[in-house]
């Protein structure tokens, strides 16, 4: 079973930036797909940022250019970096794990998922 923590949310001035972390527990990390969601309050879990086992990326229209997802398999950790924070960006973040190739944008086809951390952005 894989277990993944996310963290590094807060609040934030629009404008700001902050960097969120996800550990992930597991040996199969290395050669699993991750990804970052968001969740605002009575709004369907969206897409954000993916990272394939190669290190190709994949982002949503709304946050390329600000955003860049990483992932450091020695730590088996994925990183969303985050700038130029918008009002918008306001959400709860979850990474996701073992999503598959050819569906990174579907919520429905990661495995795993972690308990999110919030990200609060003030205008």
């Known amino acids: 079973q894989v277990q993944l923590v996310e963290s590094g949310g807060g609040l934030v001035q629009a404008g700001g930036s902050l960097r969120l972390s996800c550990a992930a527990s597991?040996?199969?990390?290395?050669?699993?797909?991750m990804a970052w969601f968001r969740q605002a309050p009575g709004k369907e879990r969206e897409f954000v940022a993916a990272?394939?086992?190669?290190?190709?990326?994949l982002y949503s229209d709304s946050v390329k250019g600000r955003f860049t997802i990483s992932r450091d398999n020695a730590k088996n950790t994925v990183y969303l970096q985050i700038n130029s924070l918008k009002p918008e960006d306001t959400a709860v973040y979850y990474c996701?794990?073992?999503?598959?190739?050819?569906?990174?944008?579907?919520?429905?086809?990661?495995?795993?998922w972690g308990q999110g951390t919030q990200v609060i952005v003030s205008s």
């Open positions: 996701a794990g073992n999503g598959h190739l050819f569906n990174l944008k579907s919520p429905v086809d990661y495995d795993y």
């Open positions: 597991g040996r199969t990390f290395s050669t699993s797909n």
């Open positions: 990272i394939i086992w190669s290190s190709g990326t």
